[in-house]
C-alpha cells in the first residue's frame, strides 16, 4: 500500500469489521472513538512505512495514546497513558493504524479472557467458549478476520494459547528482543509483545517492525530489528527435536510430518518439564505482586473515595478495583516472597528455572535446531469450564511456559482441526535465532490447512 | 500446605488488600490448594550449585547523566484523582503519623 | 546515674549523589522546583514504565565508598524493597540487599571523648530516593510531591560504634567533610541532601550483650543529631532504671518539643519482601571502572591535614581550619604558591581571619583572588602596607577588584618608609606630649604603644608603625 486512499479505504473497512466483531467483545474500544482515530491515523501515516495503512489491533495491556489502557481492570478504567509504548511508537512509525485495544484477562492474569473487568470474549467459532488468554480479545480479532495482526503480551503463553485456540498464528520472539517499555509488567523477567496474525507473514512483518533495541528498557537486548527470513522450499537441513514429555500418547504423526517436509527428526528429552507450571505459579505471581504494587489509588487511575485515611484508601481500592484471580496471585505472590517462605518457595524456584532452562541448551546442543510440541493439550474449552479450580486453569499452560522460563522464541501455527476446534503446534527455537524458527514456521505453515474466517 | 485464615490476612495486610469475610474462606482454600500444587518443586533435591537464570543482558546497560525528561503528553494534574496547587492529596495517614518526610 | 550506662549507637546516613539527573530517568534532580514538575512516567509509578540506570551515579557511589575505604564488589544486584506509603510510587524503593556494591570499609573522626575513633563501615550501596509527604499543608489531607522522588542516593551503615552523641555527631562531620572532598555529593542536611537515621540502645558498663534498639529518625540538622540522641539515650536509662522494658521501635525526633515519639501505632515490623529487580540486571563494574574512580579521588582531608603540618610548618588546629573545606585548602595553597617566597604562616593567618569571615558573609564566595591575596601579602611583608591598611585593601578588592598596590594607592595607604618624613612625624608627636616623653624616660616603658599611635594618628596611618618605632626608641633613648 502507498496510495493515502487506499489507507483511508482500510481505515473504513477496519472499523466497519470491527464493528460487525464487537458481538465477540474483543474490542474495547468505543466504535465511534475507533472510527475517528482510524481515519485521523490513516490521513497521518507515513506512505514509506513498511506497514503503512494495516490495521493493528493493541491488547489493552500496552500503553497508547490513542484510546484508553485499562489492563482488563476496573482499578485502570478510565486510565488514558500519558506516552506510548515502544512498542505501538513503531508500528505508527511504520505507517500503521493502531485498531483499538483488545479485551484481556485482568493484567494478563489468566488463560481464558474470563477475567476481564469488562466481560469475557466469545470465541469466534463457537460462542460458548473461550477464545483462551489472556490475549484472547487479540487473537478473536485476527481470528474473525477484523484485522490481519494484533500486539499480544506474553507471560505463560498469552499469545501462543489463544492463537491456537483461535487458529491464528502467535510468536512469542526471544527475550529482550522487543522493547518492553510501555508494556504494563506482570512478570517482567517473563513478559515479551507477541504478535498474533492471519499468517506467519502477516505477523512476523509486524514483530520485524517492533522488535530492536530500546535505551529505555535495560533488560531489552542491544540488537537490531528482527529481519524477515525468506520462505524456504522445505525443511531440508533443520534437525526438528521431539520432546517426550510433551507427547503423551502418539509422536509418529508429527515424526512423519516432518520428515515429509525434508527434516531430520530426533527424539528429546526435556527432563525437569513437569516442573515448569509449579515454578512459573512461584516467579510470576511473585513478580506480579510486586509490579501491581502501585496501583493504590493514589496517583492515577481508579481510587474508591470516602476513605478516612491512606491506608484505608489503598486497601479498599486494591480490594475492589482487583478482580479475584488478579488477587490470588497478588497474595499468592507476596506469600512465597515473604520472610520465612522466600527460600522455599521463590529461591528453589529460580534454581527450577535454571534447570529448565539448561533442559534446553542442552537438547540444542545435542545438535537440534528447533523444537516441535503441540500448544495447547486441548482445543477452546467451554466458558466457566475452568474456573472452580484455579489450578486447572493453570494446566492451559503446560506446553507453553516452558519457552518463557528459559526466554526462548516460540510460535504457534494451526495445524487442524479437533472435533471441529482450531488447534496449534509450535516451534521453540534458540535465543535470537527467532529468524531460523519463522522459516521453520513459513515451511510448516504452507503444508497444514488454513484457518476458515469466523 | 494449608493455609490458615490469619495467614491469608497477614499477607492480605502486607499487600495492603482488603479480604472480606465472606471472601476468606474459599481464598484460603484455594491458596493452599495452589501452594500444595507448586511444592512439587522441592521434589527436585536442592542443586547448592545452580546459579538462577534470568534471561536478558548480563550486565546493566547505564545512561549519561543529563537532564532529558521523558514527554508526559500531559501533567500529573490530569492524572491524578485529587490535586491541589501542584500536590497529589491522599487522605492523612491515620494512627500512621509520620513526620513530613 | 548515666556513670554504669554505656550508650551505643549506630547510624544510616543517606547521602543525595551530585547528579543532574535522577537515578533511574532523565528528570532534573534539582532541589526546589516547583511540586511535580521533575517527573515522568518513570518517577511516577506509571503502569509500562522501566528504569534506566544513571552511570554518573554508579561513578560517584564508587567514588565514595573507596574514599571510605570500602571493599567494592564488581558485581552487585539492584534490589527491590516493598513497602506501601504515599511518597512511594511505585509501592517498592530500587536499593541493593544481598549483593551491595560495597562493604567493610572505616572512617577516622575526633572523638570528643577518646581521641581518634575509627568507625566501621558495613555497607555503601544505592538507591533512589523517595517522593515528600507533607501532612500539615491541608487539613485532613496530605500532599505529595514526586520532584525528589528517583534523585540518587547512596546508604552508609556503620556497625553500632558510637559511644556518645557527640561522637555521633563528630562521625557525621568528618563524613561530610570526605564525601565533599570527593566531590560525590554537597552533604547540606538543611536541604535533605544528608539525611540521618539512628540505632540507639544501652547497656550497663561491662554488659557484653547489646541492649534492645530503637531507630530515632527525623534528624534533620548536625546540632540536633546531639539533641535527639541524647534525648533517646536518656529516655532508655530511665525505662530501664523504672524496671521497664525498652521496646524495638521507631521513633521521630521533635525538635520543637526536643523529644521523641513513635512514628506509629504498634503495628508489625516491616517485612520488605527483597527479590532481585528484574528490570535491571547485574551491576558489572569492570576493573577500569573502579580503577578510575580511585584515580579521581583527590587527596582526602586526614592526608591534607598531615602534609600541611608538615610542609607548611602549621599547627594541626590551623591545618584543621584550612582543610575544612577543600575549597578553602585549595585557594590556601594557591595562595602560598603564587606568592614570592610568601610566608605560609603569614598566608594562614589571612585566611583564617579575613578570606573566611568574608566567605561567610558572602555565601562562602572567596572573592580575593589567590594571585591577589598573594601580592598583598607581600606588600605588608616588604613594609608598603601596614596590616591594618592592608586590611582595608582587602575589603575594597573583595568588593570591587582590582590589583592591591594600585587600591592601596588609590586610597592613599601606602606607608611611608622615609626615615626623614617619619622622623618629621616623631618629633611632631613628642613635641605634642611632653608629658608622656617625661614619664617614658623615668621609665615607663609601656608607653611605647601610646606614642606608636599618635604617630600612626599624626601620619593619617601611613607611618611604617616599625620605623617609627625604631625612630622613637632613638629619639627617647636620647
Same mark, same amino acid.
Given at each position: 500500500m502507498s496510495d493515502p486512499r487506499e489507507a483511508l479505504a482500510s481505515a473504513k473497512a477496519t472499523a466497519d469489521r470491527l464493528v460487525k466483531a464487537k458481538r465477540f467483545n474483543?474490542?474495547? =474500544?468505543?466504535v465511534r472513538e475507533l472510527r475517528k482515530a482510524l481515519v485521523t491515523q490513516a490521513q497521518a501515516a507515513?506512505?514509506?512505512?513498511?506497514?503503512?495503512g494495516m490495521p493493528v489491533a493493541v491488547k489493552d495491556n500496552i500503553c497508547t495514546l490513542e484510546f484508553t489502557t485499562t489492563c482488563g481492570s476496573k482499578i485502570l478504567e478510565a486510565y488514558r497513558s500519558p506516552y506510548e509504548a515502544t512498542a505501538v511508537a513503531k508500528l505508527k512509525a511504520a505507517?500503521?493504524?493502531?485498531a483499538g485495544k483488545t479485551n484481556c484477562d485482568e493484567f494478563a492474569?489468566?488463560?481464558? =479472557?474470563?477475567?476481564?473487568a469488562y466481560g469475557r470474549t466469545l470465541h469466534?467459532?463457537?460462542?460458548?467458549?473461550v477464545p483462551g488468554g489472556s490475549s484472547g480479545g487479540s487473537a478473536a480479532l485476527v481470528a474473525a478476520g477484523a484485522v490481519p495482526a494484533a500486539l499480544g503480551s506474553e507471560t505463560g503463553g498469552s499469545v501462543r494459547q489463544p492463537a491456537s485456540l483461535c487458529g491464528v498464528v502467535g510468536i512469542k520472539p526471544t527475550y529482550?528482543?522487543?522493547?518492553?517499555?510501555?508494556?504494563?509488567?506482570?512478570?517482567s523477567s517473563l513478559d515479551q509483545i507477541g504478535v498474533l496474525g492471519r499468517s506467519v507473514h502477516d505477523a512476523a512483518r509486524v514483530l520485524s517492525v517492533i522488535s530492536g533495541r530500546d535505551?529505555?528498557?535495560? =533488560?531489552?537486548?542491544d540488537r537490531d530489528p528482527l529481519r524477515l527470513p525468506n520462505v524456504p522450499e522445505?525443511?531440508?537441513?533443520f534437525v526438528i527435536g521431539i520432546p517426550k514429555?510433551?507427547?503423551?500418547?502418539?509422536l509418529d504423526p508429527a515424526v512423519r510430518l516432518f520428515k515429509e517436509l525434508g527434516a531430520a527428526v530426533r527424539e528429546v528429552a526435556l527432563p525437569h518439564t513437569a516442573y515448569a507450571v509449579p515454578t512459573y505459579y512461584i516467579l510470576a505471581p511473585a513478580e506480579a505482586s510486586s509490579n501491581l504494587?502501585?496501583?493504590?489509588?493514589?496517583?492515577?487511575?481508579t481510587r474508591f473515595d470516602g476513605s478516612a485515611d491512606v491506608r484505608a484508601l489503598y486497601r479498599t481500592t486494591r480490594g475492589e478495583g482487583f478482580g479475584p484471580e488478579v488477587r490470588r496471585r497478588i497474595l499468592l505472590g507476596t506469600y512465597v516472597l515473604s520472610s520465612g517462605y522466600y527460600d522455599a518457595y521463590y529461591r528453589k524456584a529460580q534454581q527450577m528455572r535454571a534447570l529448565i532452562a539448561q533442559d534446553f541448551r542442552n537438547a540444542f546442543d545435542r545438535g537440534v535446531d528447533l523444537l516441535f510440541t503441540p500448544? =495447547?493439550?486441548?482445543p477452546a474449552f467451554k466458558a466457566?469450564?475452568?474456573?472452580?479450580?484455579p489450578v486447572a486453569m493453570y494446566l492451559s499452560d503446560i506446553f507453553t511456559v516452558t519457552a518463557n522460563l528459559a526466554g526462548l522464541p516460540a510460535i504457534s501455527i494451526p495445524i487442524g482441526r479437533i472435533k471441529g476446534l482450531p488447534i496449534g503446534g509450535q516451534f521453540i527455537g534458540q535465543a535470537f535465532l527467532d529468524d531460523e524458527m519463522l522459516e521453520a514456521a513459513y515451511a510448516l505453515e504452507r503444508v497444514v490447512p488454513a484457518t476458515e474466517e469466523a | 500446605m494449608s493455609v490458615t485464615h490469619d495467614e491469608v490476612l497477614k499477607i492480605a495486610r502486607l499487600a495492603e488488600l482488603e479480604v472480606s469475610e465472606d471472601a476468606l474462606p474459599l481464598l484460603a482454600e484455594h491458596m493452599s490448594r495452589i501452594l500444595d500444587y507448586v511444592a512439587?518443586?522441592?521434589?527436585?533435591?536442592?542443586?547448592?550449585g545452580v546459579k538462577p537464570f534470568v534471561p536478558g543482558p548480563d550486565a546493566l546497560r547505564f545512561r549519561t547523566d543529563e537532564v532529558k525528561p521523558i514527554p508526559l503528553a500531559f501533567g500529573p494534574e490530569t492524572l491524578a484523582p485529587a490535586f491541589k496547587d501542584g500536590f497529589f492529596l491522599v487522605p492523612k495517614l491515620g494512627a500512621f503519623e509520620g513526620a513530613d518526610s | 546515674m548515666a556513670g554504669s550506662w554505656e550508650t551505643v549507637i549506630g547510624l544510616e546516613t543517606h547521602v543525595q549523589l551530585?547528579?543532574?539527573?535522577k537515578m533511574f530517568c532523565g528528570c532534573s534532580a534539582a532541589f526546589?522546583? /516547583? /511540586?511535580?514538575?521533575?517527573?515522568c512516567p518513570v518517577c511516577l509509578g506509571l503502569p509500562g514504565a522501566l528504569p534506566m540506570a544513571n552511570g554518573l551515579a554508579l561513578q560517584l557511589a564508587v567514588r565514595a565508598a573507596l574514599a571510605l575505604g570500602c571493599t567494592v564488589h564488581p558485581r552487585s544486584v539492584l534490589a527491590r524493597k516493598h513497602y506501601f506509603y504515599p511518597d512511594l510510587p511505585k509501592g517498592y524503593q530500587i536499593s541493593q540487599f544481598?549483593?551491595?556494591?560495597?562493604?567493610e570499609g572505616s572512617l577516622s573522626y575526633l572523638s570528643p571523648d577518646r581521641g581518634i575513633a575509627t568507625a566501621a563501615i558495613q555497607r555503601l550501596h544505592v538507591e533512589e530516593d523517595a517522593g515528600k509527604s507533607l501532612h500539615d499543608r491541608f487539613p485532613r489531607q496530605t500532599a505529595i510531591d514526586?520532584? *525528589?522522588?528517583?534523585v540518587p542516593l547512596i546508604e552508609i551503615v556503620t556497625g553500632?560504634?558510637?559511644?556518645s552523641p557527640q561522637e555521633a555527631r563528630a562521625y557525621l562531620l568528618t563524613l561530610k567533610q570526605v564525601l565533599e572532598y570527593a566531590g560525590v555529593?554537597?552533604?547540606?542536611m538543611e536541604k535533605g541532601s544528608l539525611r540521618v537515621d539512628a540505632n540507639v540502645s544501652v547497656r550497663r558498663v561491662g554488659q557484653p550483650e547489646l541492649g534492645t534498639k530503637t531507630e530515632v529518625k527525623n534528624i534533620n540538622s548536625f546540632a540536633y543529631v546531639e539533641k535527639a540522641l541524647s534525648v533517646e539515650r536518656d529516655r532508655q536509662i530511665a525505662l530501664l532504671e523504672a524496671g521497664g522494658k525498652v521496646e524495638q521501635q521507631t521513633l521521630l525526633y521533635d525538635s520543637k518539643t526536643n523529644a521523641v515519639r513513635p512514628q *506509629?501505632?504498634?503495628?508489625?515490623?516491616?517485612?520488605?519482601?527483597?527479590? /532481585?529487580? /528484574?528490570?535491571l540486571p547485574p551491576l558489572v563494574l569492570p576493573e577500569e571502572f573502579i580503577a578510575e574512580q580511585q584515580g579521581l579521588l583527590p587527596e582526602l582531608p586526614a592526608k591534607k591535614r598531615e602534609r600541611f603540618v608538615e610542609k607548611?610548618?602549621?599547627s594541626v588546629t590551623d591545618a584543621a581550619v584550612l582543610t575544612a573545606d577543600r575549597a578553602v585548602a585549595d585557594y590556601y595553597e594557591a595562595v602560598v604558591h603564587a606568592?614570592?617566597?610568601?610566608?605560609a604562616k603569614a598566608a594562614a593567618n589571612w585566611v583564617m581571619t579575613e578570606v573566611l569571615a568574608d566567605a561567610k558573609d558572602h555565601g562562602?564566595?572567596? *572573592?580575593?583572588p589567590a594571585g591577589a591575596l598573594a601580592n598583598l601579602i607581600g606588600l605588608v611583608r616588604g613594609g608598603t602596607l601596614s596590616h591594618q591598611a592592608a586590611k582595608r585593601v582587602f575589603s575594597e578588592v573583595a568588593d570591587h577588584g582590582g590589583e592591591p598596590r594600585n587600591v592601596a594607592e588609590a586610597l592613599g595607604?601606602?606607608?611611608?618608609?622615609d626615615a626623614g618624613v617619619v622622623t618629621g612625624w616623631v618629633s611632631e608627636v613628642l613635641s605634642e606630649h611632653p608629658t608622656e616623653v617625661a614619664r617614658y624616660k623615668s621609665?615607663?616603658?609601656?608607653?611605647m604603644p601610646f606614642f606608636i599611635g599618635q604617630v600612626m594618628k599624626v601620619s593619617r596611618g601611613k607611618a611604617d608603625p616599625k620605623l617609627a618605632q625604631r625612630v622613637l626608641e632613638e629619639k627617647l633613648a636620647a
Open positions: 474483543a474490542c474495547l =474500544t468505543p507515513h506512505p514509506s512505512g513498511v506497514l503503512y505507517g500503521a493504524l493502531i492474569m489468566g488463560s481464558s =479472557t474470563e477475567h476481564s469466534p467459532f463457537d460462542k460458548t467458549r529482550g528482543r522487543v522493547s518492553r517499555w510501555g508494556l504494563v509488567a506482570f512478570g535505551p529505555k528498557d535495560a =533488560t531489552c537486548e522445505s525443511l531440508q537441513g514429555e510433551y507427547f503423551p500418547a502418539d504494587a502501585r496501583y493504590d489509588g493514589a496517583r492515577y487511575g500448544t =495447547t493439550p486441548s466457566g469450564e475452568k474456573l472452580d479450580d | 512439587q518443586i522441592n521434589a527436585v533435591p536442592a542443586s547448592e | 551530585r547528579t543532574v539527573s526546589g522546583a /516547583p /511540586p511535580n514538575t521533575n517527573v544481598e549483593q551491595p556494591l560495597s562493604t514526586l520532584n *525528589r522522588c528517583g553500632p560504634d558510637f559511644r555529593s554537597d552533604c547540606d *506509629r501505632a504498634k503495628e508489625e515490623s516491616h517485612d520488605y519482601r527483597y527479590f /532481585p529487580d /528484574p528490570d607548611y610548618a602549621l606568592g614570592s617566597g610568601a610566608d562562602d564566595g572567596l *572573592r580575593v595607604l601606602i606607608q611611608v618608609a621609665g615607663e616603658t609601656k608607653l
